[in-house]
């Protein structure tokens, strides 16, 4: 009776970890999250313009930053990127920015991705960037300018990365 009392306990114990197991680590807390492989393009207009070391580039922070213009995983790697002598932003950073935006609201993500990007202004970081909400760093993005452009259209799934490299290129 012990025996299949520990096999039942077993069989149950492992249904759980299989169910529970997950290679996306985004599935595993059920945020519908815009395709990550498309969000470098944006993570490197974010670090451009949010992840200097005064504003979201800092541990204290909801919203965290990372890339080579503000704080860095890896102390190793040079402050700076590449043009100013240190090392571009790396993989690591790019998926550990995306997951600070994705997992801020994640239920306001899910419906905001579910919906192709309707109504972005939502989500708590696109209403402070348009400073539609208040924010420290005032309105660091207009409604329907190339960085908001940028933004909302990688919350629609279709990240256009011409206008985000355009909007890194025209500001300074």
């Known amino acids: 009776m012990k025996t299949r009392n520990f096999l039942a306990g077993a ?17 595993r807390i059920g945020v519908v999250a815009p395709d ?34 503000g704080m860095r995983l890896d102390p190793k790697d040079t402050p700076g990127c590449r043009n100013a002598g240190g090392t571009d932003t790396t993989e690591a950073e790019y998926d550990a920015t995306y997951r600070s935006i994705v997992g ?16 972005p202004e939502e989500l708590t970081f696109v209403r402070k960037a348009r400073q539609q909400e208040s924010h420290k760093g005032g309105a660091v993005i207009v409604p329907g300018d190339e960085q908001d452009v940028c933004i909302t259209s990688w ?18």
């Open 36 to 69: 990550r492989s498309q969000f470098d393009p944006v993570g490197a207009l974010v670090d451009h313009r949010c992840g200097s070391l005064d504003c979201h580039g800092q541990t204290s922070r909801n919203l965290q930053v990372f890339g080579c213009e």
């Open 155 to 172: 919350l629609a799934g279709t990240t256009d990365v011409a206008t985000c490299s355009k909007a890194l290129t025209d500001f300074p």
């Open 11 to 27: 069989v149950v114990g492992m249904a759980a970890f299989v169910a529970c197991s997950s290679p996306n680590p985004d599935a």
């Open 104 to 119: 801020l609201e994640p239920a306001v993500m899910s419906d905001v991705v579910a919906n192709k990007g309707a109504h």
